[in-house]
């Protein structure tokens, strides 16, 4: 779809609208980027431990809820980020529309809180993307083709971005986290760990499978089936280009677009 309309997808996480303020700051990142690229989609998290909290909430009122419930309710975690991320944009003078998973023609399998996304209709976002508005996404959710609402597992807010450039034929994924980029080993506990420039999907597998935790894997088979870039960086240090790592082929090999399996 479109792929010489240079487009971009950007990923905040929950820890990066943790609260009110943070919303403006991402704002001004989401301005630097649209400088540079036709096409910006934005695709957020929830809000620091609301997830965690909706959780708690539900198993107060039922320890055993219904999965299609839970779902319709965890869904809501991330409509409060991109309502309130278009607001914080809003305030800046510049027209976002934030979507839902289901708006947004995230397409899932039926297995509540761990759909896979099967396929991504972006109809209703593209006409807006054409007028060269910014688009927000919630992550994390989609709709059946029974046409119910899902969730995609815990940290799916990830896979959603991807599945969205994967559609859109955007040319990487941006995500913004609390740390530099991907470490050889966890920073947190090894001081001679690491900053990694650049890696392979299969050496970025590796290091997950070592324990860390920087994407949700799911995203990056999806980007690996499709050779769509990603990259990881720190919000706080958003306009140094070099820093963060970039997971891609070496060779960027145009495959037919395919989606979860
Ligand atoms: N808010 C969801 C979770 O906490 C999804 C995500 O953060 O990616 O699991
Ligand atoms: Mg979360």
Known sequence: MDSN??????????????SPEAFSSIADIILHRKKKYSRVIVVVSAMGDTTDELISLANKVNPNPPRRELDMLLSVGERISIALLAMALAAKGTEALSFTGSQSGIITTNDHANAKIVNVKPHRLIPHLNKDKIVI????Q???LEGEITTLGRG?????????????????????KDVLG??????KIY????LLKELSYKEAFEIMDKGAQVLH?????????????????????????????????????????????
């Open 5 to 18: 309309k240079n487009g971009i997808v950007l990923k905040f996480g929950g820890a990066s609208v943790s």
């Open 137 to 140: 996404v919630a992550g994390f």
């Open 156 to 176: 799916g807010s990830d896979t959603t971005a991807v599945a969205l450039a994967v559609s859109l034929e955007a040319e990487k994924v941006e995500f913004f």
């Open 217 to 261: 894997s799911r995203c990056v088979r999806l980007a690996e089936k499709n050779s769509l870039p990603l990259k990881v960086l720190p919000f706080s240090r958003f306009l140094e280009e070099d820093l963060g790592t970039i997971i891609q082929d070496t060779v960027r090999s145009k495959k037919s677009i395919s989606y979860e399996d």
């Open 191 to 194: 001081q001679n760990a690491n």
């Open 142 to 144: 989609g709709m059946s």
């Open 182 to 187: 991907i470490y050889d080993k966890d920073p």
